[in-house]
């Protein structure tokens, strides 16, 4: 079993930064890949990146390619998002979650994911 808890959200001014964080407990011998999503209001959950057990691989969608770095530390249990250069459509609750099944191969499919964190709110002002 694997619980998971965000932190680091809150509201920061456009073209600011903030750094995500997700505390990992995990009772499980897999290797596991870990991934953040996002939900704003009226939409539908988006993926934001992916890392794999190893964070050899990394996954990143489109809307945050080159502004948002995902990174973890297995000895600390916790998965990070750092995230600059922020914009006002960036403003979403953000989650993170864990697939036990795809230690290997990051996946952008929510589907994929079988735990989920309750969720950080980023406020993003312009």
């Known amino acids: 079993q694997v619980q998971l808890g965000e932190s680091g959200g809150g509201l920061v001014q456009a073209g600011g930064s903030l750094r995500l964080s997700c505390a990992v407990s995990?009772?499980?011998?897999?290797?596991?890949?870990m991934g953040w999503f996002r939900q704003a209001p009226g939409k539908e959950r988006e993926f934001v990146a992916a890392?794999?057990?190893?964070?050899?691989?990394?996954l990143y969608g489109d809307s945050v390619k080159g502004r948002f770095i995902i990174s973890r530390d297995n000895a600390k249990n916790t998965v990070a998002l750092q995230m600059n250069s922020l914009k006002p459509e960036d403003t979403a609750v953000y989650y993170c979650?864990?697939?036990?099944?795809?230690?290997?191969?990051?996946?952008?499919?929510?589907?994929?994911?079988?735990?989920w964190g309750q969720g950080t709110q980023v406020t993003v002002s312009s």
């Open positions: 979650a864990a697939d036990l099944e795809h230690g290997l191969v990051p996946s952008r499919s929510l589907r994929d994911y079988d735990y």
């Open positions: 995990a009772r499980t011998g897999r290797t596991y890949s």
């Open positions: 890392i794999t057990w190893s964070g050899g691989t990394t």
